[in-house]
Structure formats: structure tokens, C-alpha cells
């Protein structure tokens, strides 16, 4: 006898803790297998994009601090590198090194989080977080010697960057990077080879490489998948053209590959860390630039390589001090595109697990 | 490095397989009409030397006589891009065919744009609000919002 | 091209429905909501026997609070960072984070509420049980922060909820939250049991 079954639509809502921020998800299932799956967001729409039309550009970089509010530093950085781009402003060589360095150890950051909290999605309670935490205090300290704020940083100026680095930062800074990749291997000892990680990850939510170009993922996603893309090798900004370090790729694109590619560029920034530190020169840190900002009339386009993906801001400019437009290209939303193909077939528990080695933050997807 | 393609250069190529569709063009961008750009676009991803698979942004300008919807293509085959542009003028119903059926990643750009910006993209599968919520008045990006 | 070919997409009733709870809270927001003040004041009526029974209660209740987390947007990893084994609440009994709002009894709302969220919060808060206290943790809850002028911010969560506490920062230090919270401690200890 066959059993009539109707399939159900369940919300997933805005306050879960699952979903990393206000994200909704209507999915349509089938006793537990999932058949369709509608993101709803906007729970987090400030309005940012409106509001940069009535700031000077200096006044914009606060602003972009809490888009990406876990790697807040890579997103002034973008956003500093368009306006230099646009206006033609050079900037000083120690501040491009202090900009790299304050650069990789956001993304050792960002991805101590996100790698935590996937695996607290896949049931690990709150054990990775806490490990995964203890590094991230150690740098959260770095950030607050340099400009006294743990996550809102506000430190990139158009021109440089805004102070130089204390006395104790290097020392301690270095100090950290000859730990740093013992705690990678105390991680690698403990997750890699998990036999719960391993059943539960490899195979499940696959993105096959040409879906991923099609609906242009970037970052860690894009490379899980196969594809060699990394805009700090491709289209190198700032001085990243100095500095020798690998792209790791992954081959199938599951969840067990976003994850391991992640882990291995944590081992490819300390590398970054380590030349830098060796290399930093003496001199300013902030060019001579005028106050209120009178760019030339055009446009530009600039992107940088954040831990999330291909981060980019569109600035139109009328030789005002406020930007006429002002569009940021985020990277999570844009890696979500590709949800459904992910998720469709699968169960619950893996529709959390494959949502959450997305990494999103709302802060970027709904400005 | 990803070079910038020359626009006028592009120009030409595009002005010899679709005669007429090129308004403007100069060393940054190409502006076409919005009926020809869908064949444009079609003409950009599949010929071999050009190859742009990647859409890296879709945004919209409104310059108060007209609206203006940038496409930044990306080819990660031969690492070049472009900036391909396409204007329309009516001001209470802007049209503009949609790139979805070419490039997947126009999906949620174009909710977006038109949720901030008012502008219809024509042969979307499900075109509506993104950001904001349904009965929401207005589009907020526009310089006569507020 | 006319207008018949367009191809927005057919209003989903879901979506109206909640655009029609959103405008409508909207328009009944427009005034904030006065703070809880039951805590002032009662002291000199009171005599020894009911203080004491009183003073227990309360006090039992402050140092086993249960939070709700409520984290919106940034302020919410200041309070993960508290919850840490750095800044460490389990010292004051509020180790366990509820997700569900019907086994907690604090809620620290963390980051910027957005008209499109204001239903779901308010709807959070009335599942919770009495007694219950709020707390409005950084600028954006506390007054809509620097977001304030934008066109879909809430101008300070007291538009919707109650709140008790108060805690200023962009975002505030983990230090800074527990020192609210402390003081939200000294509030309850001063609440007569009859009020709930």
C-alpha cells in the first residue's frame, strides 16, 4: 500500500541559532529530505548604500566596518584601495606593509571563526568555538595595541592607515606566528581525520566547478570547488606581488573541502606574516591628502580578495566630497546563488551543515 | 594581472555581429541599447578569444535624466575584464532584459536592483523584493527618494 | 516594451502578510515605550518579614539568569566573547544561552533592529514567561546608532520592548556587558516578589 505524503514548508526563521544572524529560509520538504528552499533576508537592510551619498568618502570607512563585521579591517582596506584607485593617491610603503599584515591576520581570524562555528553547526556544542576563540583573543589583543577597538576597527585612511604600530606589536606579533601553526596542527590532530567529520561532510552538499563560475562564487567556495581563482595571485593589489605563498584548490566541493581549504590558508597567512614582518620598512604611514576629498569625475571598480570572497566597491564620483553612487559587491550573497543545487536532496542536519561551510554574514548580505 | 580590455576595440567586434547596438563607447566601457544586450551578452560569453563566464557585479546609477545598469564581466580563462553598461531613459517604468537565462549570479543582483532602484528586469524567474518588505512604498536608491 | 510582458514576480500571500504586520507595528510605534520603574520606591512601605522573603527571592533569581541570545549583527560577537572562557559568565550562573524564548528570562538584544525584524522580537518577547528583563546592548538598539537616519532602522529598541539596562558602546567591551549586567542584578534584588 503506498502512503500519500504532501510535502510541508517549514520556516526556518530569522532567530535560530543556526543561521549565523538574522537569515530566513523557507524550505519546502519532504518528510525530512529537502525539496526547495527559498532564502528570505533583509532582516539587517540598513540602508548603508543610501546613507555613503551624504558622507564624505572619509567619513564612509566607519561605515564599512560593520558590513563584514568579522573581518572588519579587509573591508576598509577595499574600500581605501577603490577611493586611492579613483583619485590616484600613492601610498607609503610601511603602510602597505601594515596594511598586509593587519590584512592576513584578519583572514587567520575570520577563518578560526568560521571554521569553528561549522563545526559547533554540526553538532560539536560549543568545544571548537572556545579552542578556536583562545587564538582569536590573542589577536583581538594585536588589534587593540594598535588602534584600541577588539571589532570595529576603523583604521585604513585613504592614504595609509591612520596611526603607526606601537613598540610591543612586533614582538608580540611575532611571538604568534611562531605558535600559530602548532595550534593549527593541535586542530588538525583533533578534526582532519575525525571519523564524524569525515562521514558527515565528504559528499555532502557538492558544487560542481562550472556551477560555481556560472554563478560566480568566489573565495573558499569557488576554490573547494576546483577552480584556481585568487584575486591576490590574479589581479594582485597593494604589494601581495612581493610575497611568496600557495592557493590551496580543492576537487570535489563539498563540505568537507570548503573546510579544509580554509584550514590550509590559515597556514598560508602565517607564511604572509612571516615575510612581512621580515621585510617592514621605516617611514611614514599616511600621505598628504586633503581633508574633504575632491576625486576626478569617473568611476571605478575595486576589488580585494576578503576571507569570504571577492569583496568589491563600486564608487561613481562628480568631483564632490560624497561619492554619487556607492555599491558594494558582497561576496556571501552572491556565493548563496548557488543554495539550492547544494542543498536540494539532502536532509536537514545537512542543509544547516552545508549552509554554515558557506559562511555567510548578514552584515554583507543585507548592508 | 587581469587586463582591462579596451572598450572601443570591443566595440568593434560587437558592432560586426549586431550592427547598431553599440551607443558609446570609450577606453573603460561599452554602453548598448537594452534590446540588443542579451544578444551582446550571448556574443560576450560564447565567443572563444572574449570568454567572459565570470559576472562579477551587477549595479544601477541613476543619473536623474536616466538609469544606468553596469555589468562588470570577468574571464577567468583569459584573465581579462569589462564594463558593459546599457541606459534607460523612462523614468516610471525602466526595462532592462534580464541576464539570468546567460549568467546565474545576475539572480539576486537583480532582485536587489530592483528592490533599491525601481528598474524591471524582463524574464526573471521570481522578481521581487529582496532587501525590503512587501508594501514597502517607494525605492529608496533613487535621488528623488526622501 | 509594455506593461503587460513585465515579469514581477506574483505577490506570495506569506510576504504580503508580513508586509502588512511590519507597516502595521510601524505605525503603532511611534512613541517609545516608558522604562519598567516598578523597582524605585517601595522600600519605606515594607516591613522586615516580607524584605526578607523578598531579598531571597530576588536575589536567588539575579544570580541564576538564563539569557536569550538575541545577536542581530556585530554587538552579538561581543557577547559570544563574553560567553568565552576569557570573559567567562558562567561565574555568575548565566553559562547556558537558551535559544528558545520560553526557558529564558533575559534578553540581550544585540545589534541593530530593522523594521522588517520588529515583528519577530516583539513576538520573542511575549513568548517569554515573567519575570523577564531586557537588555539594550550597543548604540544601534540603544537609539538606532549610527544608523539612525537611514530608512528602515528602528530608532532604539524601546520603540518596541521594554528595556531594564542600557549598555553604551560601539561595540560595548565584554567587560562593559557584564558590568550592565551587574547592575541589572542590583535592579532585581530591589523588585518586590508581588510583582510577579
Known amino acids: 500500500m503506498v502512503i500519500k505524503t504532501e510535502p510541508f514548508i517549514l520556516n526556518i526563521g530569522p532567530q535560530h541559532p543556526s543561521t549565523h544572524g538574522v537569515f530566513r529560509m523557507r524550505v519546502t520538504l519532504d518528510g525530512e529530505v529537502v525539496v526547495d528552499i527559498e532564502p528570505v533576508i533583509g532582516y539587517l537592510h540598513r540602508g548603508i548604500e543610501k546613507m555613503g551619498e551624504n558622507r564624505t568618502y572619509t567619513q564612509i570607512i566607519p561605515l564599512t566596518d560593520r558590513l563584514d563585521y568579522l573581518a572588519s579591517m579587509t573591508n576598509n582596506f577595499a574600500y581605501v584601495l577603490a577611493v586611492e584607485k579613483l583619485a590616484g593617491i600613492k601610498v607609503p610603503e610601511r603602510a602597505e606593509y601594515l596594511r598586509i599584515i593587519m590584512a592576513e591576520a584578519m583572514r587567520i581570524s575570520s577563518h578560526l571563526m568560521a571554521v569553528g562555528f561549522f563545526i559547533n553547526d554540526l553538532g560539536a556544542m560549543m568545544t571548537p568555538v572556545l579552542y578556536m576563540w583562545r587564538e582569536r583573543e590573542k589577536l583581538l589583543d594585536l588589534f587593540e595595541m594598535v588602534c584600541g577597538q577588539r571589532l570595529t576597527y576603523n583604521y585604513m585612511r585613504i592614504g595609509g592607515v591612520s596611526q603607526d604600530i606601537p613598540e610591543e606589536f612586533l614582538p608580540a606579533l611575532k611571538k604568534f606566528v611562531a605558535e600559530m601553526p602548532g595550534f593549527i596542527d593541535e586542530y588538525d590532530q583533533l578534526l582532519l581525520q575525525n571519523e564524524v567529520l569525515l562521514a558527515r561532510t565528504k559528499g555532502v552538499g557538492i558544487l560542481p566547478g562550472d556551477t560555481a563560475i556560472n554563478t560566480a562564487a568566489s573565495g573558499p567556495v569557488l576554490r573547494a570547488s576546483g577552480v584556481k581563482w585568487d584575486l591576490r595571485k590574479a589581479d594582485p593589489y597593494s604589494i601581495y606581488d612581493r610575497f611568496d605563498f600557495d592557493v590551496p584548490v580543492g576537487t570535489v566541493g563539498d563540505n568537507y573541502d570548503r573546510y579544509w581549504v580554509r584550514m590550509q590558508e590559515m597556514r598560508q597567512s602565517v607564511r604572509i606574516l612571516e615575510q612581512a614582518i621580515a621585510q617592514l620598512p621605516g617611514g611614514e604611514v599616511w600621505a598628504k591628502v586633503p581633508q574633504l576629498l575632491h576625486p576626478p569625475v569617473g568611476e571605478v571598480y575595486g576589488h580585494i580578495e576578503s576571507p569570504r570572497g571577492e569583496l568589491g566597491f563600486f564608487l561613481v564620483s562628480d568631483n564632490s566630497i560624497a561619492p554619487y553612487r556607492f555599491h558594494i559587491r558582497p561576496p556571501t550573497l552572491i556565493n548563496l546563488t548557488a543554495l539550492k543545487d547544494m542543498v536540494v536532496g539532502w536532509k536537514v542536519a545537512d542543509l544547516i551543515s552545508t549552509f554554515g561551510s558557506i559562511d555567510v554574514v548578514l552584515g554583507e548580505i543585507d548592508r | ?146 | 516594451m509594455e506593461i503587460d510582458k513585465y515579469s514581477i514576480a506574483p505577490a506570495n500571500e506569506l510576504d504580503v502578510a508580513e508586509g502588512l504586520r511590519i507597516n502595521s507595528l510601524m505605525a503603532a510605534s511611534a512613541h517609545p515605550i516608558p522604562d519598567p520603574d516598578s523597582w524605585i520606591g517601595e522600600e519605606l512601605s515594607r516591613n522586615v518579614l516580607v524584605t526578607t522573603v523578598d531579598y531571597v527571592v530576588d536575589w536567588a533569581r539575579s544570580r541564576s539568569l538564563f539569557p536569550l541570545m538575541f545577536g542581530l549583527a556585530c554587538c552579538a560577537f561581543e557577547m559570544i566573547g563574553m560567553a568565552t572562557s576569557r570573559f567567562d559568565i558562567s561565574r555568575f550562573g548565566m553559562d547556558i544561552f537558551r535559544w528558545s524564548p520560553r526557558q529564558a528570562d533575559l534578553m540581550i538584544v544585540a545589534g541593530t533592529l530593522t523594521w522588517k525584524m520588529a515583528p519577530a522580537v516583539k513576538l520573542v518577547y511575549e513568548q517569554m514567561a515573567e519575570p523577564k528583563w531586557v537588555i539594550a546592548m550597543g548604540q544601534c538598539a540603544i537609539s538606532g546608532g549610527p544608523f539612525r537616519e537611514s530608512y528602515s532602522v528602528v530608532p532604539g529598541i524601546n520603540r518596541i520592548i521594554p528595556v531594564d539596562v542600557y549598555v553604551p558602546g560601539c561595540p560595548p567591551r565584554p567587560e562593559g556587558l557584564i558590568h550592565g549586567i551587574t547592575k541589572l542584578h542590583q535592579k532585581i534584588v530591589k523588585e518586590s516578589i508581588s510583582k510577579a
Not at chain 2, 547596438?21 to 541599447?33: F, G, L, P, Q, R
Not at chain 2, 524567474?125 to 535621488?143: A, Q, S, T, V
Open chain 2, 1 to 146: 594581472m587581469t587586463t582591462a580590455l579596451n572598450g572601443e576595440q570591443v566595440a568593434r567586434r560587437i558592432n560586426k555581429v549586431s550592427p547598431g547596438a553599440v551607443v558609446a563607447s570609450d577606453k573603460a566601457a561599452v554602453v548598448v541599447t537594452s534590446e540588443s544586450l542579451f544578444k551582446v551578452a550571448e556574443f560576450l560569453k560564447n565567443t572563444p578569444a572574449l570568454d567572459f563566464d565570470y559576472l562579477t557585479d551587477l549595479t544601477a546609477v541613476d543619473y536623474t535624466d536616466y538609469f544606468e545598469v553596469v555589468y562588470h564581466l570577468i574571464s577567468l580563462k583569459h584573465n581579462h575584464s569589462l564594463v558593459l553598461k546599457t541606459r534607460c531613459h523612462d523614468r516610471d517604468k525602466p526595462v532592462v532584459p534580464s541576464m539570468t537565462g546567460i549568467w546565474r549570479s545576475a539572480d539576486f543582483q537583480e532582485r536587489e536592483t530592483y528592490d533599491l532602484m525601481g528598474i524591471v528586469f524582463d524574464g526573471h524567474p521570481n522578481l521581487k523584493r529582496l532587501l525590503l518588505w512587501e508594501g514597502f512604498d517607494g525605492h529608496p536608491l533613487r535621488r528623488d527618494y526622501l
